[in-house]
């Protein structure tokens, strides 16, 4: 099931990169990048995402946690229902604040953890596919609990929680288009949660920050 998915998600991400540039249905008006200069040449660029005003919507299956959001989350087909997989469509926003795309999260669990594939959608700039291939499929659930939450009651503060921990197998920039198409490098995915709803709506950001070279 693990290995249809990701191939699912794979193939399904590539013919939006095909349909993207193929066919440009609408012309849309060029967003000035946040980019920045390194000091080894490459180019950094954070996107943001602000819980729970940017969550377009949720689908999950078991085992996912408050990452699912609130109760009522639409529901995976009846062959994935009882399976730990969880995709989540936001609007995404640039390191000002300002709305610049939308973003899809696809994670699936398995025993040992799991692995989670981003794909960002920028319109006049192109998308961009990023993968980490090991994730705690309990990671921001555990952090909260050892923070003093405790499921049916609400809880504020501030947490942060490193999806991509520098010690491990980092996120990677798989795929991209237009401005993305060359580009090579890595990710961080930093979680910080400032409180959570009696219902278990999470509150707080998601911060993707990259680092890329363009490729030779």
């Not at 699912?8 to 193929?22: K, Q, Y």
């Not at 504020?156 to 490098?185: I, N, Y």
């Amino acid at each position: 099931m693990k290995t249809a998915f990701w191939l699912g998600l794979v193939l399904g991400f590539g013919g939006v990169l095909c349909a993207a540039h193929f066919v440009p249905w609408v012309t849309h008006a060029r967003v000035p990048s946040q980019t920045k200069v390194v000091a080894n040449g490459g180019r950094a660029e954070q996107f943001v995402i602000r819980l729970p005003v940017d969550r377009i919507g949720v689908v999950s299956g078991t085992g996912t946690g408050l990452r699912a959001g609130i109760a009522g989350a639409a529901g995976l087909p009846p062959a994935l229902a009882e399976k730990p997989v969880l995709v989540e469509h936001f609007k995404v926003r640039d390191a000002a604040g300002n709305v610049i795309g939308l973003a899809a999260r696809h994670w699936s669990g398995s025993a040992d953890g799991g692995g989670a594939a981003w794909s960002l959608l920028i319109p006049s700039r192109g998308a961009l596919f990023l993968a980490a291939p090991a994730e705690s499929r309990d990671a921001v659930d555990a952090a909260l609990q050892r923070a003093g939450y405790k499921p049916g009651q609400a809880w504020t503060g501030e947490l942060k929680v490193d999806l991509t921990p520098k010690g491990g197998a980092t996120g990677t920039m798989v795929a991209g288009s237009d401005e993305f198409g060359d580009l090579q490098g890595r990710y961080e995915e930093l979680w910080t949660v400032t409180g959570v709803t009696e219902t278990g709506e999470l509150r707080g950001t998601i911060e993707l920050d990259t680092l890329a070279n363009r490729g030779s």
